[in-house]
């Protein structure tokens, strides 16, 4: 960074923070990822007194102890980086939970500023917190702001401006031998204490959760100190993690006595009563049943006109320039690769916008982390955390925006096992192939006194694919990505008012980083498939009849047979006929891989109809004359399960940060789908 003052905010979730950070920076932010891996980075701009400087926001977190990547992020760019000056931003409202942060901080001996925020919800309570008495003890400038409303914030900018001091030393100590080990570890670390504390507790924690030494490490310091920690914990310091958590909680109750006071009794508050209805064992899941029906609403029907608007206008740029472009390679390109993959990505933000404003809304407003809790019971069963849920339920919409909201899940291999089985969520994308089967193959047919055949299976497609969605994690969890249920610790922070602009903000940010990252990706695959669907030009000379013989949409069925991808479906038909597919069947899979739908645009080439869609009448008959009921089963079996979409792949890629996870996602739904249609059609032509 160019700037000469780099100063980090830091805090617990719900404190504020973001909305602070907002405030100090406005519009002059700055969003990426930190070196090496996905959990997001913004940084800021902030003019101050002596020039600018770059305010960075750091992952929330209750402690420096690195359980996870943000809390090893906070530590990293706390010590190792080391910022001019570390803005703690404490909630006022639950400031001994919050001091625990805090002392961890200070106890690094970088300069700090503490902005007490929410005062104003304290107040609410019934609190009356003495800034400057919490600022004698700790030696550093505490300063009572409300980031909602900006009250305060000048006065935080004047604590920016003036020259920085360390905090006083630690106000909380061990025993003489826990001391003895703090000080020869700092010695040994070059060091402060408080580093050589991170370093004892962090050990112990990765060493209880049975992480040293593997891919989740947290370590990035020399083995020898860890190794030298493990001895010590062995003999006779085991006690010291405890001791120190101990005292630390020992101190913030000295701390809160010396500056919080009630100044009226506690009342029940409207959280508290809002609560009561929608944490209620009862109406609390029929309200979240609600709400979800809404956030599920919006994706598919809200969304639908603004994608529809999208496809129209890029086909309508399509047809402009075909029309005024000579016919040859360029103009294919142009059209059908560039344009079409622009298209293919843009057509996502809608619904990607959609998602990402309600989530937005309802976790500023409290509500996301009582829908968490109240998800949990269900979600542990296959090992998963609470958070869960809203990734997986989306997938049934777009595995796309299910896969980002998938950065809620603070545990990796949590996070992990929620982005690979997300796609198998049956999507919308899904809805016109089981549409064109149904209604070709099983259209008028009934079973158990009048109920419609097509209905009860489209009603499996979606049960089966929730089925084996839970199955697969649950297989995950205890396998692959193998981790013990995670413990449900959530802040259920008091109900308020979302600050619009600031959703909006993330909202464009989420849409911007999906059309930067996972967009080249997803326009590189779209002309590949272009290129592999239009070439050769021409067919053979020997074919019969010659393509001057042939009708327009004759000929382009002939062309499409003989392009490499025909050529592919060809070639794999052998490995697809057990499943009740032919070469057709197979061009449509290659074409599918752009988006799952186009199968049926696809088809609609093959038989030489020209373009259709699930609805064209023609291609209801191709189908109903080529292929039976079985193999029609099958074939919405194998799209229930197939990884037949690049942009899922693409976006996997850009979460993950590595192809290797993409690659082992399409690889194992592609292998369940084939299984499981290899099983539904052999077994039908057993039984039939």
């Avoid at 420096?64 to 010590?79: H, M």
């Avoid at 890029?314 to 472009?325: V, Y």
Wanted: aromatic fraction near 8%; charge should be neutral.
């Amino acid at each position: 960074m160019s700037d000469a003052r780099v100063i980090a905010l830091a805090g617990n979730p719900n404190s504020g923070k973001t909305t602070l950070f907002n405030r100090l920076t406005g519009l002059r932010q700055r969003v990426g990822n930190y070196p090496g891996v996905t959990v997001e980075k913004k940084s800021g701009a902030i003019a101050l007194k002596n020039g600018n400087a770059t305010i960075i926001d750091l992952p929330g977190t209750y402690s420096l102890v690195a359980r996870s990547r943000d809390e090893s992020i906070a530590f990293d760019v706390i010590t190792r980086d080391k910022p001019s000056l570390v803005v703690v931003v404490l909630d006022a409202s639950n400031l001994e939970r919050n001091l625990y942060l805090a002392l961890q901080i200070l106890e690094l001996g970088r300069p700090v500023v503490i902005a007490l925020n929410m005062i104003d919800v304290a107040e609410g309570l019934g609190l009356s917190i003495d800034a400057k008495a919490l600022s004698d003890a700790l030696g550093v400038p505490v300063v009572p702001i409300v980031a909602a409303n900006g009250t305060g914030v000048d006065a935080l900018i004047e604590a920016l401006n003036r020259s920085p001091v360390p905090p006083t030393p630690r106000v909380w100590s061990l025993d003489a031998h826990g001391e003895e080990v703090l000080g020869e570890l700092a010695g040994k670390m070059n060091g402060s204490p408080g580093e050589a504390s991170w370093l004892i507790a962090t050990v112990a924690a990765a060493r209880d959760a049975g992480t040293l030494g593997t891919a989740e490490d947290p370590f990035k310091t020399e083995r020898s100190l860890v190794d030298h920690v493990q001895s010590k914990l062995q003999n006779g310091a085991s006690a010291i993690p405890g001791q120190m958590i101990e005292a630390r909680y020992a101190a913030i109750g000295a701390l809160s006595k010396k500056a919080i006071s009630r100044v009226r009794p506690k009342s029940r508050t409207l959280t508290d009563r809002v609560d009561g209805i929608l944490l209620h064992r009862v109406l609390g899941p029929l309200a979240l049943v609600l709400v979800l029906g809404v956030v599920f609403q919006s994706i598919f029907t809200w969304a639908e006109p603004l994608m529809d608007l999208v496809e129209g206008t890029f086909a309508g740029l399509g047809e402009f320039l075909g029309s005024h472009l000579p016919e040859g390679a360029l103009r294919g390109l142009l059209v059908d690769g560039v344009i079409a993959g622009v298209g293919a990505v843009l057509v996502f933000i809608p619904q990607i916008a959609f998602l990402f404003f309600l989530l937005g809304v309802l976790e500023d407003s409290g509500y996301l982390a009582r829908a968490a809790y109240i998800m949990d019971r269900l979600m542990a069963r296959v090992g998963l955390h609470g958070r869960a849920f809203v990734p997986l339920l989306s997938g049934f919409a777009c595995a796309i925006p299910g896969i980002m909201a998938a950065r809620t899940i603070e545990s990796p291999k949590d996070r992990l096992v929620t982005i690979l089985v997300t796609p198998m969520m049956s999507c919308s994308a899904r809805l016109p192939v089981y549409t064109l089967v149904l209604s070709a193959l099983f259209g008028g047919k009934t079973i158990w006194g009048g109920i419609s055949l097509g209905a009860v299976l489209m009603l499996l497609m979606y049960g089966l694919s929730l089925f084996f969605t839970i199955l697969v994690a649950g297989i995950l969890k205890r396998t692959l990505l193998k981790s013990p249920t995670p413990p449900l610790v959530l802040e259920l922070p008091p109900y308020k008012m979302p600050q619009i602009g600031a959703v909006l903000r993330r909202v464009g940010e989420r849409c911007w980083v999906f059309v930067k990252d996972a967009g080249t990706v997803i326009l590189a695959c779209t002309i590949v498939l272009w290129a592999l669907l239009s070439y050769p030009k021409e067919l053979p000379a020997d074919h019969v009849p010659p393509l001057a013989a042939l009708s327009a949409d004759e000929g382009r069925a002939a062309l499409l047979e003989n392009s490499y991808a025909g050529r592919l479906g060809h070639f794999i038909e052998p490995a697809i006929a057990p499943l009740g597919f032919d070469w057709k069947i197979g061009i449509g899979l290659v074409a599918s891989f752009a988006a799952r739908e186009t199968i049926v645009a696809t088809l609609g080439l093959v038989f030489g109809l020209g373009e259709s869609d699930e609805s064209s009448e023609g291609l209801r008959a191709a189908i109903a004359r080529n292929y039976s009921p079985l193999t029609g089963l099958s074939l919405m079996i194998f799209f229930l399960f197939a990884m037949q979409c690049m942009s899922t792949l693409a976006i996997v890629r850009r979460e993950t940060g590595t192809w290797r996870w993409p690659a082992f996602l399409f690889g194992y739904m592609t292998a369940l789908a084939w299984v499981a249609s290899f099983a539904v059609y052999q077994t039908g032509r057993l039984i039939t």
